[in-house]
T-cell receptor, first 118, second 113 residues
Framework: AQTVTQSQPEMSVQEAETVTLSCTYD???????LFWYKQPPSRQMILVIR??????QNATENRFSVNFQKAAKSFSLKISDSQLGDAAMYFC???????????????FGKGTKLSVKP | GAVVSQHPSRVICKSGTSVKIECRSL??????MFWYRQFPKQSLMLMAT?????????EQGVEKDKFLINHASLTLSTLTVTSAHPEDSSFYIC?????????FGQGTRLTVV
């Protein structure tokens, strides 16, 4: 079975600084998707960034980027120029590509609570 | 992006009663929807996979008779918590995947008193 591990329960960053959230996963599959989701106090799940395992290039979305190391099964999230609105719970998630594009549930890590200091 | 709407956002019910939570895909058809449960300060745990026109698939440890799932159309799945008890109090979230990305409902905070 696949597992996702986030080893940092809490992280803190100064506004405008950069922070990296760690995520490792375990799988025997070769094709899968990885995601970072943000959950603010409203508890609405918001997609931050996604990575297809077959793509070697690291995904980037504005201030958010990932360091995807497939061999090491590592998928860290870097937030640059941190803003107060970035404060939230961040969940790393895995989804198998076995069932095609629209099938398959997400497997979540335990989350990292990010605080941003003004 | 795609929209998944979940209602109600909050519900308080008495112990022993049943509560129905609706999850709708507003701008796409969803043959499969997922129901997650999230305890305070914890992660999302998959409860069941809802399949349109067929029985839901429940994760190990989830009581089928307590958490009834109906996926009668391509845009609506419902989760009914039957004979609710205080330990069923939690945050319930549904999701669907129109493509590779999962979209989530707003979640339902259930409090059983």
């Amino acid at each position: 079975a696949q597992t996702v591990t986030q080893s940092q329960p809490e992280m803190s960053v100064q506004e405008a600084e950069t922070v990296t959230l760690s995520c490792t996963y375990d799988t025997s599959e070769s094709d899968y998707y990885l995601f970072w989701y943000k959950q603010p106090p409203s508890r609405q799940m918001i997609l931050v960034i996604r990575q297809e395992a077959y793509k070697q290039q690291n995904a980037t979305e504005n201030r958010f980027s990932v360091n995807f190391q497939k061999a090491a099964k590592s998928f860290s999230l870097k937030i640059s120029d941190s803003q107060l609105g970035d404060a939230a719970m961040y969940f790393c998630a895995y989804r198998s590509a076995e069932y095609g594009g629209s099938q398959g549930n997400l497997i979540f890590g335990k989350g990292t609570k990010l605080s941003v200091k003004p | 992006g795609a929209v998944v709407s979940q209602h109600p956002s909050r519900v308080i019910c008495k112990s022993g009663t049943s509560v129905k939570i609706e999850c709708r895909s507003l701008d796409f058809q969803a043959t499969t929807m997922f129901w997650y449960r999230q305890f305070p300060k914890q992660s999302l745990m998959l409860m069941a996979t809802s399949n349109e026109g067929s029985k839901a698939t429940y994760e190990q440890g989830v009581e089928k008779d307590k958490f009834l799932i109906n996926h009668a159309s391509l845009t609506l799945s419902t989760l009914t918590v039957t004979s609710a008890h205080p330990e069923d109090s939690s945050f319930y979230i549904c999701s669907a995947n129109p493509g590779t990305e999962a979209f989530f409902g707003q979640g339902t905070r259930l409090t059983v008193v």
